[in-house]
């Protein structure tokens, strides 16, 4: 019996004894919270995240989670346990925005009812918790393939946009900087490889001059080079092997990656350097910005913000804005976009780079002449070109993208919500998605996250009878009458139902062209022109209701949630990470200084960084 004890990992024993010891909120009641999924909605980000449940994130430990499981006393009635919100929500007692969760009379109700009585019968309990600290590691960031084309072009001249060569980089959390994405696959590896070979051979022949690899390895790797790195490389360059040496500095994981921690206190300022310049630039730190990191300059968080200001004003600025702009609403999905040609005669490429271009310059107006940036979401303006002009039904403009404001008869408005770009990237090849449209605006402009459907449920909408006319909104109705479905739909749903009168390319429309059901694929599809029900809200603000993207964009610029979703969305990109329970000051802070500014994102950009540079690294 010892000897099989010794034989079994410590971590195992460990698990054990932990298991044991857990509280009864951990094995009794956590399981039907789990089951119910009441986590997918009371969570840091989830469409319930304003209420006063909020479950503790993944990985807690048994401390936080008893201590979770204490602070539900706050939605117990001690003087009526059975009337508590604990028990009357998820079971619809009391009417409950996510539906319900949980079965009256179910042992899984029962088993709540014991906690809340528990609750009832005890003193609140101080408990310890552990708080996790934010950045405490150290995280290595890959460049991104449109930082490793800024810095090539930078340091070489080159101009050739290498990483049209390599494969395409992953979305995660909304982004393609997330590190933990960015790993270097084998083909990843040899595209690095054959793109050094091609950079070296086209700068082979310029004169590099004396000191070329102390100087020129600085600013490759963003640091001085080590000793060890001085005298490799400088062996290289001794024997008549500059272009082998550059080669070697390009498929260097010091230039490939950049750390964001500094290994020795000598390094921080480069460290500093290197992170403002591909956040504010896109590109690597220029000789002016090395210079200003090694007079101490970025020594201070007054020191950053003063910096972080003039690089701003740069031109380069703007690149790396557009390409925030860019990441967050998909661009790259819109341009790649396959629309059915009968139903959408004006959508073809040269349309959807208009799109992009139309909603870059709505932001780059904002951003660059210090206004509103939650404009973006209810200015009476765009910017048109001849191709745009024609799908809106307006007046072509003298110059292309000209600045146009919309009329006061029609409801295009509401910013980037009437943009072609929004309403056709939420929608099918062929036709609309109610359900794409009001989950991309609880994901993308309230940072929102809506649970995935429960395993097994028929995704599938109902059939209707032979020759009877449906529209989107009908379909999504009798999906609706779903339980299972109704809690999330309900949510999402509503949003879609106010943008149906803009169909699937972003064009204005009356009628919905709705195909007729036929059990006979033989015959002829039949088509009728069909009225529309554009009447929407968003479920959990009060008198949000809207009929066009002009009466939606005011809703969600005035809501707290929104205005935040803009700072959450920047520090996803800036971190290269989701943010935690631990990032919460860091974001209010950031909120703050945002909404007291007026909503300018410059000054939420300088906020951002003098904020997370105030954080231990």
Same mark, same amino acid.
């Given at each position: 019996?010892?000897?099989?004890?010794?034989?079994?990992?410590?971590?195992?024993?460990?698990?054990?004894?932990?298991?044991?010891?857990?509280?009864?909120?951990?094995?009794?009641?956590?399981?039907?919270?789990?089951?119910?999924?009441?986590?997918?909605?009371? +969570?840091?980000?989830?469409?319930?995240?304003?209420?006063?449940?909020?479950?503790?994130?993944?990985?807690?430990?048994?401390?936080?989670?008893?201590?979770?499981?204490?602070?539900?006393?706050?939605?117990?009635?001690?003087?009526?346990?059975?009337?508590?919100?604990?028990?009357?929500?998820?079971?619809?007692?009391?009417?409950?925005?996510?539906?319900?969760?949980?079965?009256?009379?179910?042992?899984?109700?029962?088993?709540?009812?014991?906690?809340?009585?528990?609750?009832?019968?005890?003193?609140?309990?101080?408990?310890?918790?552990?708080?996790?600290?934010?950045?405490?590691?150290?995280?290595?960031?890959?460049?991104?393939?449109? +930082?490793?084309?800024?810095?090539?072009?930078?340091?070489?001249?080159?101009?050739?946009?290498?990483?049209?060569?390599?494969?395409?980089?992953?979305?995660?959390?909304?982004?393609?900087?997330?590190?933990?994405?960015?790993?270097?696959?084998?083909?990843?590896?040899?595209?690095?490889?054959?793109?050094?070979?091609?950079?070296?051979?086209?700068?082979?022949?310029?004169?590099?001059?004396?000191?070329? %690899?102390?100087?020129?390895?600085?600013?490759?790797?963003?640091?001085?080079?080590?000793?060890?790195?001085?005298?490799?490389?400088?062996?290289?360059?001794?024997?008549?092997?500059?272009?082998?040496?550059?080669?070697?500095?390009?498929?260097?994981?010091?230039?490939?990656?950049?750390?964001?921690?500094?290994?020795?206190?000598?390094?921080?300022?480069?460290?500093?350097?290197?992170?403002?310049?591909?956040?504010?630039?896109?590109?690597?730190?220029?000789?002016?910005?090395?210079?200003?990191?090694?007079?101490?300059?970025?020594?201070?968080?007054?020191?950053?913000?003063?910096?972080?200001?003039?690089?701003?004003?740069?031109?380069?600025?703007?690149?790396?804005?557009?390409?925030?702009?860019?990441?967050?609403?998909?661009?790259?999905?819109?341009?790649?976009?396959?629309?059915?040609?009968?139903?959408?005669?004006?959508?073809?490429?040269?349309?959807?780079?208009?799109?992009?271009?139309?909603?870059?310059?709505?932001?780059?107006?904002?951003?660059?002449?210090?206004?509103?940036?939650?404009?973006?979401?209810?200015?009476?303006?765009?910017?048109?070109?001849?191709?745009?002009?024609?799908?809106?039904?307006?007046?072509?403009?003298?110059?292309?993208?000209?600045? %146009?404001?919309?009329?006061?008869?029609?409801?295009?408005?509401?910013?980037?919500?009437?943009?072609?770009?929004?309403?056709?990237?939420?929608?099918?090849?062929?036709?609309?998605?109610?359900?794409?449209?009001?989950?991309?605006?609880?994901?993308?402009?309230?940072?929102?996250? %809506?649970? +995935?459907?429960?395993?097994?449920?028929?995704?599938?909408?109902?059939?209707?009878?032979?020759?009877?006319?449906?529209?989107?909104?009908?379909?999504?109705?009798?999906?609706?009458?779903?339980?299972?479905?109704?809690?999330?739909?309900?949510?999402?749903?509503?949003?879609?139902?106010?943008?149906?009168?803009?169909?699937?390319?972003?064009?204005?429309?009356?009628?919905?062209?709705?195909?007729?059901?036929?059990?006979?694929?033989?015959?002829?599809?039949?088509?009728?022109?069909?009225?529309?029900?554009?009447?929407?809200?968003?479920?959990?603000?009060?008198?949000?209701?809207?009929?066009?993207?002009?009466?939606?964009?005011?809703?969600?610029?005035?809501?707290?949630?929104?205005?935040?979703?803009?700072?959450?969305?920047?520090?996803?990109?800036?971190?290269?990470?989701?943010?935690?329970?631990?990032?919460?000051?860091?974001?209010?802070?950031?909120?703050?200084?945002?909404?007291?500014?007026?909503?300018?994102?410059?000054?939420?950009?300088?906020?951002?960084?003098?904020?997370?540079?105030?954080?231990?690294?």
């Amino acid at each position: 019996m010892i000897e099989d004890l010794m034989r079994t990992p410590i971590i195992l024993l460990v698990s054990a004894a932990a298991l044991a010891a857990q509280p009864a909120f951990v094995r009794d009641v956590l399981p039907v919270f789990e089951k119910a999924d009441c986590a997918g909605c009371h +969570q840091l980000n989830g469409v319930a995240s304003t209420t006063r449940l909020l479950f503790p994130e993944k990985g807690a430990s048994p401390d936080e989670l008893e201590g979770f499981g204490d602070s539900l006393r706050a939605l117990v009635d001690t003087r009526k346990p059975e009337d508590s919100l604990l028990l009357a929500k998820p079971t619809m007692r009391v009417k409950h925005g996510g539906g319900p969760r949980i079965k009256v009379g179910s042992p899984e109700e029962a088993a709540l009812r014991q906690w809340v009585d528990h609750l009832v019968s005890t003193a609140p309990v101080a408990r310890r918790t552990t708080t996790r600290a934010a950045g405490s590691k150290t995280v290595l960031r890959r460049l991104t393939h449109s +930082q490793y084309d800024n810095t090539v072009r930078d340091l070489l001249g080159d101009r050739t946009f290498p990483s049209r060569q390599f494969p395409p980089e992953d979305f995660i959390d909304g982004f393609k900087n997330q590190y933990q994405g960015q790993s270097i696959s084998p083909i990843l590896a040899d595209n690095y490889a054959a793109a050094a070979e091609k950079l070296a051979s086209n700068w082979e022949g310029k004169d590099p001059g004396p000191q070329f %690899v102390r100087q020129f390895g600085k600013r490759v790797f963003r640091r001085p080079l080590t000793p060890e790195e001085e005298t490799r490389y400088g062996t290289l360059y001794k024997q008549g092997k500059a272009k082998l040496a550059l080669e070697a500095m390009l498929q260097s994981p010091a230039f490939l990656y950049r750390s964001e921690t500094a290994a020795t206190p000598e390094l921080r300022p480069y460290v500093r350097a290197s992170r403002l310049s591909y956040l504010l630039w896109d590109t690597t730190p220029d000789d002016a910005l090395i210079a200003s990191a090694e007079r101490g300059e970025l020594n201070t968080a007054e020191g950053v913000e003063t910096v972080a200001r003039r690089m701003l004003a740069d031109p380069r600025a703007r690149q790396a804005a557009d390409e925030f702009i860019a990441q967050w609403f998909r661009f790259d999905s819109i341009v790649t976009m396959v629309k059915e040609r009968r139903a959408f005669p004006l959508f073809n490429r040269e349309l959807a780079l208009a799109m992009t271009e139309e909603t870059r310059r709505l932001a780059s107006e904002l951003i660059w002449s210090n206004r509103s940036f939650m404009e973006f979401y209810t200015a009476n303006y765009t910017f048109l070109n001849s191709d745009l002009a024609a799908l809106y039904k307006l007046p072509v403009p003298t110059d292309e993208f000209a600045k %146009v404001t919309f009329p006061d008869t029609i409801d295009r408005g509401g910013g980037v919500l009437g943009h072609g770009s929004f309403l056709s990237l939420t929608s099918k090849p062929a036709d609309t998605s109610i359900t794409a449209r009001g989950l991309f605006v609880r994901e993308h402009i309230l940072c929102q996250q %809506v649970p +995935q459907p429960p395993p097994g449920v028929n995704t599938n909408l109902p059939s209707a009878e032979e020759g009877k006319a449906l529209t989107n909104k009908d379909k999504l109705k009798m999906h609706l009458s779903n339980p299972s479905c109704a809690s999330c739909h309900n949510l999402i749903d509503p949003i879609g139902f106010g943008l149906e009168k803009f169909d699937g390319s972003g064009a204005r429309r009356e009628k919905a062209r709705v195909e007729l059901p036929k059990y006979n694929r033989r015959l002829d599809s039949k088509f009728v022109d069909a009225d529309i029900d554009n009447a929407g809200w968003v479920t959990g603000i009060a008198n949000s209701e809207f009929k066009s993207p002009k009466e939606l964009g005011p809703i969600l610029a005035a809501n707290p949630q929104c205005q935040e979703c803009v700072v959450k969305q920047y520090f996803r990109y800036a971190m290269g990470r989701h943010e935690t329970a631990a990032d919460r000051p860091v974001i209010e802070r950031i909120t703050a200084r945002f909404r007291d500014s007026g909503f300018k994102f410059q000054d939420m950009i300088v906020a951002l960084v003098r904020v997370t540079e105030e954080q231990p690294k």
